[in-house]
């Protein structure tokens, strides 16, 4: 299986990052991909980028070096309501609204079950993927949350980084992609990359969903006209719309 649209990467603009978008859009044309979403840590991560950074991505072109820029941000989910750090309207107008947990800026760290937290970040409507969701740290049901992403027409990420850096969570990502199989809920695999050679890496992820026989049509960016299809017919959201029409 070729995935040829990232659907997480960060830029030096989150600071734990080592690459511009000029030189990740660079390599990915080199290796064949259509693309990729600048998602970088929303403000309450201590390494991330001001609000400003969310307000003006705007000004990225929508394709550089013939790779379609997708405009986003991995926001941080911040307490077992399930809130999160950017303005609703500011996220309206993102094109890509990845959703995570980490400890650094939780609030629920410690509670034994965060199923609360992802089922309300789930019906939250400006969220689009449920990311590295497979810490064991951060516990829920895994089988009413995947059902209930696949009725809200949400994605379930499998993030490649998640086998190098997070390795205590590979097998409840297995876990997790497995129940997206059985209850047919689409999922979007990413590099998570932090610098740019990274882009486009999900090699132990494909690893885990050949083993399981995962279903081909249930990745819903193995292209960029997948993902585009799945976002704006499933989603209901309209690509690039934020963009200057300058750029
Ligand atoms: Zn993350
Ligand atoms: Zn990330």
Not at 95 to 116: F, K, L, M, P, R
Not at 220 to 234: D, I, L, P, Q, V
Request: with cysteine; proline share 3%.
């Amino acid at each position: 299986m070729r995935i040829k649209f990232d659907t997480h990467t960060h830029t030096l603009a989150s600071s734990h990052a080592y690459s511009t978008v000029s030189e990740n859009a660079s390599f990915a044309a080199k290796i064949g991909m259509d693309g990729f979403a600048v998602t970088d840590h929303a403000p309450a991560m201590p390494d991330s980028p001001h609000e400003w950074h969310f307000r003006n991505l705007k000004n990225l072109p929508k394709e550089l070096f013939g790779e379609k820029i997708l405009i986003g941000a991995e926001v941080n989910i911040l307490d077992l309501e399930g809130n999160v750090d950017l303005d609703k309207q500011l996220l309206k107008r993102l094109d890509v609204v990845n959703a995570s947990i980490h400890s650094q800026a939780y609030s629920g760290c410690g509670a034994e079950d965060h199923t609360s937290a992802y089922e309300a970040v789930v019906k939250d409507p400006h969220i689009d993927i449920i990311c590295h969701s497979g810490t064991p740290d951060f516990m829920y049901d895994y089988e009413y949350i995947v059902k209930l992403a696949g009725e809200y027409n949400k994605l379930i990420e499998i993030n490649n980084h998640s086998f190098f850096v997070r390795s205590s969570s590979i097998r409840n990502c297995r876990r997790i992609a497995e129940l997206c199989k059985k209850h047919g809920t689409g999922i979007a695999v990413s590099s998570d990359a932090h610098f740019f050679t990274d882009i486009g890496n999900y090699s132990k992820a494909l690893d885990m969903l050949y083993e399981i026989g995962f279903p081909e049509e249930l990745v819903m960016n193995r292209t960029y006209e997948s993902f585009k299809e799945f976002m704006e017919g499933a989603r209901g959201k309209k690509l690039c719309s934020w963009r200057l029409e300058t750029c």
